[in-house]
């Protein structure tokens, strides 16, 4: 029976105190970039549909200069592997704890 590893970002509301700032620190991108890129995605998807790839987080990393292979790697391990699953499965939970609905 294999073994599946948790979600990261499963955890992230349970944390509080040193363990969520030391969450923070493990993150690609600072908390407020986070941020930034779902609100990118959530205007960008509403204006076209998601053609299952990371073509949207990628042109944002792009035109930020941000450590693309970091950053992609972190919405993949936390179930980002489109668009519109980093919506779908980082998205809610960031917002919940982060309240930036």
């Not at 599946?4 to 499963?10: T, V």
Request: negative net charge; hydrophobic residues 35%.
């Amino acid at each position: 029976m294999a073994i599946l590893r948790k979600r990261e970002i499963e955890n992230l509301e349970q944390l509080s105190g040193e363990e969520l700032e030391r969450f923070l620190d493990s993150l690609p991108e600072r908390q407020e970039t986070v941020s930034e890129l779902l609100d990118h995605l959530e205007d960008e998807l509403y204006e076209s549909e998601c053609d299952h790839s990371l073509r949207l987080s990628m042109k944002f990393m792009m035109d930020r200069g941000l450590n693309f292979p970091k950053f992609t790697s972190w919405l993949n391990n936390n179930g980002g592997y489109c668009d519109c699953k980093v919506m779908e499965q980082i998205a809610p939970i960031w917002r919940r704890k982060f309240g930036d609905d």
